[in-house]
């Protein structure tokens, strides 16, 4: 299967194009194919967006040839504990995309204190606060912001919560267990 | 419903009960469609036959003017589809292509909005594009009120619409941020931002003044809401309906009847109509 939903990867200057135009006209979702065609055609979208502008940090790819599943990457910003570490997530979309949020989960284990050690995640934007506003690059720099700035009020990881004010020693917990994991899921 | 229990208690998380709660309102919104049929006004005033005698004044007093109801769907998006087909309806019967081409040109400045806030175009072209269809639907002639009712009905359309207002009230809140930001942050406490985030963008988040001030500005539409509450005026010895026509900046100096007329009812917006 090619990613190709039958319209240009065109994100930029899609304006005034009357083949798109005509193409978005037909997509309005009425029946399960059309919706499934046209939430492939958003994630192309998404896919063209986030090669062509990549922001430092993130960045994302479908796995395989299915455009519903994706492997996202993350690394650790600057100035946090999680600077120059690198996380790879999951990111599974539903054919409700973006009515519905996608399953988005941590692959390589990560300890943080809204993080539980199957990787879930507690993010409110993945959660009641999703919003067809969002998009995967937004996704994961949201996720990369909660990783230097952890909701310590409601963790899955209460460990890591509460050595969270200790960041000397939060960084040494973690590293042994990023370390840890590299070497045992070694891929 | 089994419950599922964390690893490290034995209390239900937050996202557990919110995702409950969310499960529950579904379920009750789903026992009515998203657009019900034009009803007489006497249907409400039985929903109150054994209620409250403010309520039953009001509705004598809502009869003199309005002569029938529309109900909505009582899922957070009501304000939203509520405008959405009051809106298309009115275009359709006033037959208004002046109004539709305004609009429309409306949509291009909300669109340019969007994109200088940053959102990439194909988060929202979609959306966008449902909606004007339905303005193209209607300069085309290849709208009638029973198509535009089963389009309001029909969840694909119909969100897709509610997203983008979605969309362009939280773009007008932003873009001007200084002035909304009293008004926000008078209610919910929450910073600009915040407030979009939490409480524009996500479905099912229910709208109050700002989003119908921020809608109201960003098409450049007045819309009346009329209150039925139990407030009495006059330390009692009143009993009026008070009603708000929120009026575009544009437009403030006229005289202008809003297209737009919906009854508020504490958490619920459904669509009035003039005798």
Known sequence: ?187 | MEMVLDLDGDRPRDDEIMAQHYAIRAEEAGKISFLGNKEPLSTLAAEYELGNSIFKTKIEKLGEIYGAIRRTRGDGNCFFRAFMFSYLENLLETKNNLEAARVKDSVEKCKQTLLDLGHAEFTFEDFLASFTEQLDAVQDVTLSVDKLVDNCRDQAISDSVVMFFRFITSGEIRKRADFFEPFIFGTSGMAVQQFCRTSVEPMGEESDHVHITALSDALGVPIRIVYLDSSVGDGGKTVEVNFHDFIPSELSQEKVKPPVMLLYRPGHYDILYEK
């Open chain 1, 1 to 187: 299967m090619s990613f190709d939903g039958g319209v240009q990867p065109n994100p930029r200057g899609q304006q005034g194009n009357p083949a798109i135009d005509a193409s978005s006209k037909q997509s309005t979702p009425m029946s399960n194919p059309v919706e499934t065609h046209s939430v492939a055609r958003r994630l192309q979208s998404e896919l063209m967006a986030l090669m062509t502008c990549g922001d430092p940090g993130v960045s994302a790819f479908p796995e395989g040839d299915n455009i519903f599943s994706w492997i996202g990457t993350i690394k650790g910003s600057a100035g946090t504990v999680y600077d120059g570490l690198s996380y790879k997530l999951s990111l599974r979309f539903p054919t409700e995309y973006p009515f519905k949020s996608p399953t988005v989960k941590f692959d390589t284990p990560c300890f943080h204190p809204n993080v539980d050690q199957y990787g879930n995640i507690c993010l409110d934007i993945l959660q009641d606060k999703w919003s067809s506003a969002y998009d995967v690059r937004t996704i994961l720099l949201s996720i990369q912001s909660l990783l230097g700035e952890p909701n310590n009020d409601s963790p899955l990881n209460s460990y890591a919560a509460a050595l969270w004010v200790n960041q000397e020693e939060y960084r040494k917990v973690m590293l042994k267990q990023y370390r840890d994991a590299s070497g045992v899921n070694a891929r």
